[in-house]
């Protein structure tokens, strides 16, 4: 039987190569990326209430979310680790 110390570095090995070739693969992807801010308005009942801005990635003169770029649930790509 394999030790259990022995997975778990294993696993801790792998999982960090993986977490680099995903900010690599992604810091590639966004090379040739321009950041855009939309003024999107926010109307209530009497008119006018308020703003709010949205960010979008602009890629090969196309408008993309941010969200295609975020995962859920792991830690920010971007973080200084």
Sequence with gaps: ???I???RKTESLV???LAK???AILE???LHC???PFIQPIYGQHG???CEVLLRVKKEGIFHRPTKYLSK???PLFSKS
């Design 15 to 17: 999982s960090g190569v």
């Design 5 to 7: 110390t022995i997975l």
């Design 48 to 50: 006018l209430v308020g």
């Design 34 to 36: 321009e950041y855009v």
């Design 1 to 3: 039987m394999i030790n």
């Design 21 to 23: 070739l995903r900010r």
């Design 73 to 75: 649930g792991r830690r």
């Design 28 to 30: 590639a992807d966004l």
